[in-house]
């Protein structure tokens, strides 16, 4: 199974930012759709970003555009999440996962939850 290491929260104020980093274990991670997901507790996992492997398009949810920035580094085999004007509703747990599409993220997220994986890291957006 794909495995990584999440790296990069923290608490910050609320218009703060941070920069998350998703590093790829044991795989070269440029063959793979990269997608961040985040869950809050007490509520189902959501997707926030995916950067696709073919051409490096990407895709925000509504609740993160213009905020968010996703990026990939091939030569250091990391994925990154750029947040800024961080709001208290960005709290979460962050983790990502990986497909060769955009699309199988949602479905690898599923699974990596389900196995009790994925804890992350934590974002925690307070005053």
């Known amino acids: 199974q794909l495995q990584f290491v999440e790296s990069g929260g923290g608490l910050v104020q609320p218009g703060g930012s941070l920069r998350l980093s998703c590093a790829a274990s044991?795989?070269?991670?440029?063959?793979?759709?990269i997608g961040w997901f985040r869950q809050a507790p007490g509520k189902e996992h959501e997707g926030v970003s995916c950067?696709?492997?073919?051409?490096?398009?990407?895709y925000y949810a509504d609740s993160v555009k213009g905020r968010f920035t996703i990026s990939r580094d091939n030569a250091r085999n990391t994925v990154y999440l750029q947040m800024n004007n961080l709001k208290p509703e960005d709290t979460a747990a962050y983790f990502c996962?990986?497909?060769?599409?955009?699309?199988?993220?949602?479905?690898?997220?599923?699974?990596?939850?389900?196995?009790?994986r994925g804890q992350g890291t934590q974002v925690t957006v307070s005053s």
């Open positions: 044991g795989f070269t991670l440029n063959n793979y759709a």
């Open positions: 996962a990986a497909d060769r599409t955009c699309q199988g993220t949602v479905v690898a997220a599923k699974r990596i939850r389900s196995d009790g």
């Open positions: 950067i696709s492997s073919s051409d490096g398009t990407t």
